[in-house]
Every structure is written in structure tokens, then in C-alpha cells.
T-cell receptor
Framework: QQQVKQSPQSLIVQKGGIPIINCAYE??????FPWYQQFPGKGPALLIA?????SEKKEGRFTISFNKSAKQFSLHIMDSQPGDSATYFC???????????FGEGTQLTVNP | GAVVSQHPSWVICKSGTSVKIECRSL??????MFWYRQFPKQSLMLMAT?????????EQGVEKDKFLINHASLTLSTLTVTSAHPEDSSFYIC????????????FGPGTRLTVL
């Protein structure tokens, strides 16, 4: 019930491509879904977050798509750049600000 | 805004010693602070949740007598790894939820602990 499953485990795209990372959850009580970006040796940084009352949210080059009925959400990175190469984690929480359940992470490599 | 710092950024210690890691919210007050550990190429594992002035809530399987957490103020939480052993070597990361934005968790830069 508390799991968040993330795929793919790793992803390689060319500069300008649109990597898509998917997450699925089981707990219908989850109501807050953030995405984090982590560079090696650093802590995660919040990229963008969504709540179940909207199906899409965009901030800059990052877009979250949310499908409540399927219990899935995904991150799209438009016009990806080599500097976007990092590990991305999806997460979910029952109440905003409460404990987060993280996905397994996706290591993204954007080739020049 | 919403900056979280950790000190030290890395530490090497001998087996059997204790190590204290500090987590500070620099420009906001935090209702709740969280402590995670992360092994190489793995996800973050929540160890405990702490609220200022109260005892921490530990996740199942985390030894509270080994990982002592003190949340003394709205801007400071500490994690002490007692009698550290090589298997405790890991990347420890804290996060904090601001009073004004309880929706979000802001993460510190992490502390790399190596126990020899």
C-alpha cells in the first residue's frame, strides 16, 4: 500500500529529447506527488509537485501528467540538456508535508 | 529561501565511536524535520520524523538507541550515530518542512559517513 513504483531505472536521451519517467502508486490516500532531482553527492531538490485535482502541471521545461484513475503520474522534461543529467525521484504523501514515500529513482543521462 | 544545511558534509570515524550530524533550516522555522539514509544508487529511506520538543518517531527496523535524534529548536535537529560500525557507512540526508509552507520538504546537502 505504501509503495511507489518508478520506471525506467535508467534512461539515456540525446540533447533536445523528451525523457519521460513514470510512477505508479497503490495507496489511494496519497494526495501530494512531488518530483525531486538529485545530483551525485548532493541532497534532492524539489522540481515540481502536483495534487490529484489537476491532470497536468507545467513549470518551465518540466511537466507532470497525472492520471488519478490509473494511479499513475509521470515527469516529462522538454528540450532536455546535458545539465539535466541526474537521478530523478518521484514521491507521494498522504498529507502534504507528511512523510514521503519515494520511488526507486531514475538515472537520466542526456548526451550532448 | 528555504535553505537547509548539514554539518559536517563528510566524516570518517573509527568503529565504536559516535558521530553527530547537525541539520539546520537557515531561513525558516521548521515544524517537522526528517532524517533519511541513502545507499549508493538507491532511493532514500526514511529513518525518523522529528517535531520540535517531542520525541522522534522512528520507522520500523530503525534502532532508536543507535540513531539518536534531538530536535531542540524550530531550526535545528541532530542525528547521533552511536557506536558506529562499518555497516552504518552511508549518505545521511535531512529535510525540513517550513511553518509557512507545510506542503513541502526541503532537503539538506547530505552527510557522507564512513566508518572504518
Amino acid at each position: 500500500q505504501q509503495q511507489v513504483k518508478q520506471s525506467p531505472q535508467s534512461l539515456i536521451v540525446q540533447k533536445g529529447g523528451i525523457p519521460i519517467i513514470n510512477c505508479a502508486y497503490e495507496n489511494t490516500a496519497f494526495d501530494y506527488f512531488p518530483w525531486y532531482q538529485q545530483f551525485p553527492g548532493k541532497g534532492p531538490a524539489l522540481l515540481i509537485a502536483i495534487r490529484p485535482d489537476v491532470s497536468e502541471k507545467k513549470e518551465g521545461r518540466f511537466t507532470i501528467s497525472f492520471n488519478k484513475s490509473a494511479k499513475q503520474f509521470s515527469l516529462h522534461i522538454m528540450d532536455s540538456q546535458p545539465g539535466d543529467s541526474a537521478t530523478y525521484f518521484c514521491a507521494a504523501a498522504e498529507t502534504s508535508g507528511s512523510r514521503l514515500t519515494f520511488g526507486e529513482g531514475t538515472q537520466l543521462t542526456v548526451n550532448p | 529561501g528555504a535553505v537547509v544545511s548539514q554539518h559536517p558534509s563528510w566524516v570518517i570515524c573509527k568503529s565504536g565511536t559516535s558521530v553527530k550530524i547537525e541539520c539546520r533550516s537557515l531561513d525558516f522555522q521548521a515544524t517537522t524535520m526528517f532524517w533519511y539514509r541513502q545507499f549508493p544508487k538507491q532511493s532514500l529511506m526514511l529513518m525518523a520524523t522529528s517535531n520540535e520538543g517531542s520525541k522522534a518517531t522512528y520507522e520500523q527496523g530503525v534502532e532508536k538507541d543507535k540513531f539518536l535524534i534531538n530536535h531542540a529548536s524550530l531550526t535545528l535537529s541532530t542525528l547521533t550515530v552511536t557506536s558506529a560500525h562499518p555497516e552504518d557507512s552511508s549518505f545521511y540526508i535531512c529535510s525540513a518542512s517550513p511553518l509557512r509552507f507545510p506542503n513541502e520538504q526541503f532537503f539538506g546537502p547530505g552527510t557522507r559517513l564512513t566508518v572504518l
